[in-house]
């Protein structure tokens, strides 16, 4: 089985300063993991994933997240903040091999101020 | 390419209707799903399938039944809804990588 915790229901960061949203996994497999955004009233895009390449995923829109297996966590970073990252942050962990069994954090809303 | 679209955007229904909610995808993904979400608890699966004329039990699959007759379409069916089916569902398609529609908001009164 595996699961998901986002340690943050909310993030609150001014313009241009550094995002931080945290993610801590659980899962008896290698995992797959992903960070999807959604913004308000829209479906979920994939920022990026990994999938046991390189632990340093560089995503869309300027993010990244660093797989670190020992801290069984997949934080997202961006370094810059801008008006527009202000959205839902979902942390998704899935199967090696099988995305039938996707499981979602509870999200991390980003509130971007200016 | 349009993606995955959902049909229809919004529903209100009565305790006890029926209603059947459309998901079409023009990629040509076999695998396709149907998850609820709800506020504080992410994204839930329902159901999901693997191929035409496939489908499998999600997570949360009681009260929901689904159909898959055609490669680019999922169902997904409330036979007698509840109020605690109220919640904005969600289409995906793709096996890796998953795409998702824009959702559609039912409110069961």
């Known amino acids: 089985a595996q699961s998901v915790t986002q340690l943050d229901s909310h993030v609150s960061v001014s313009e241009g300063t550094p995002v931080l949203l945290r993610c801590n996994y659980s899962?008896?497999?290698?995992?797959?993991l992903f960070w999807y955004v959604q913004h308000p009233n829209k479906g979920l895009q994939l920022l990026l994933k990994y999938t046991s390449a390189a632990t340093l995923v560089k995503g869309i829109n300027g993010f990244e997240a660093e797989f670190k297996k020992s801290e069984t966590s997949f934080h997202l970073t961006k370094p810059s903040a801008h008006m527009s990252d202000a959205a839902e942050y979902f942390c998704v962990v899935s199967g090696a091999y099988n995305n039938n069994d996707m499981r979602f954090g509870a999200g991390t809303r980003l509130t971007v101020k200016p | 390419n349009a993606g995955v679209t959902q049909t229809p955007k919004f529903r209100v229904l009565k305790t006890g209707q029926s209603m059947t909610l459309l998901c079409a995808q023009d990629m040509n993904h076999e695998y396709m799903y149907w998850y609820r979400q709800d506020p504080g608890m992410g994204l839930r699966l329902i159901h999901y399938s693997v191929g035409e004329g496939t489908t499998a039990k999600g997570e949360v699959p009681d009260g929901y039944n689904v159909s898959r007759l055609k490669k680019q379409n999922f169902l997904l069916g409330l036979e007698s809804a509840a109020p605690s089916q109220t919640s904005v569902y969600f289409c995906a398609s793709g096996r890796s990588e998953q795409y998702f529609g824009p959702g559609t908001r039912l409110t069961v009164t």
């Open positions: 899962s008896s497999y290698s995992p797959s």
